[in-house]
T-cell receptor
Framework: AQSVTQLDSQVPVFEEAPVELRCNYS??????LFWYVQYPNQGLQLLLK??????LVESINGFEAEFNKSQTSFHLRKPSVHISDTAEYFC???????????FGAGTRLFVKA | SQTIHQWPATLVQPVGSPLSLECTVE??????LYWYRQAAGRGLQLLFY??????ISSEVPQNLSASRPQDRQFILSSKKLLLSDSGFYLC????????????FGSGTRLTVV
């Protein structure tokens, strides 16, 4: 069985500061890894994903995540956050042959001026 | 381009009343369809998924049911709502290619009173 643990439920940070949102997963098979972002009262949007190859993946708005197989982690980082990054972020994992994706409990990022 | 529509956006229903939430996808054929529920601080819980018309798989036994009467239509129902059914309901789709992740609808906020 697979599981996803997001280690922080809330992360407050000042604008222009760096941030890391942590995600660990458990799986006995090969996986795809995803980060989604959810703005208030909206659905989730795919932010970035790791499928294979380079362990560092990037999004168009400056976020990046690194797949670490030995530590079974897929932490999300941004070197300088903006107020508009305030949202809830979900880490997710799906096995490469399955129909389902398992989501973490979410991390609420709150960027303060 | 593909779009997903979910309605209503908000709903307040008394305990014991019926429920019908609808989700439709445009611009694609034979999508995999999913219903998730999001409770505060608990991430996303997969309720149902469907890989074709009339094919419904239930993940969580409860007083909810799902139907897929048409290829791109997915309906979540209940005959009698419970207080515990309150939450944010999200519909999602993909083409069974899990590398692409999911596309989510904008969600329905259900409050059972």
């Amino acid at each position: 069985a697979q599981s996803v643990t997001q280690l922080d439920s809330q992360v407050p940070v000042f604008e222009e500061a760096p941030v890391e949102l942590r995600c660990n997963y458990s799986s006995s098979v090969s996986v795809y890894l995803f980060w989604y972002v959810q703005y208030p009262n909206q659905g989730l949007q795919l932010l970035l994903k790791y499928l294979s190859g380079s362990t560092l993946v990037e999004s168009i708005n400056g976020f990046e995540a690194e797949f670490n197989k030995s530590q079974t982690s897929f932490h999300l980082r941004k070197p300088s956050v903006h107020i508009s990054d305030t949202a809830e972020y979900f880490c997710a994992v799906s096995n490469t042959g399955g129909f389902k994706t398992i989501f973490g409990a979410g991390t609420r990022l709150f960027v303060k001026a | 381009s593909q779009t997903i529509h979910q309605w209503p956006a908000t709903l307040v229903q008394p305990v014991g009343s019926p429920l019908s939430l609808e989700c439709t996808v445009e611009g694609t054929s034979n999508p995999n369809l999913y219903w998730y529920r999001q409770a505060a601080g608990r991430g996303l819980q997969l309720l149902f998924y469907s890989v074709g018309i009339g094919q419904i798989s239930s993940e969580v036994p409860q007083n909810l049911s799902a139907s897929r009467p048409q290829d791109r239509q997915f309906i979540l129902s209940s005959k009698k709502l419970l207080l515990s059914d309150s939450g944010f309901y999200l519909c999602a789709w993909n083409l069974g290619v899990f590398e692409d992740g999911y596309t989510f609808g904008s969600g329905t906020r259900l409050t059972v009173v």
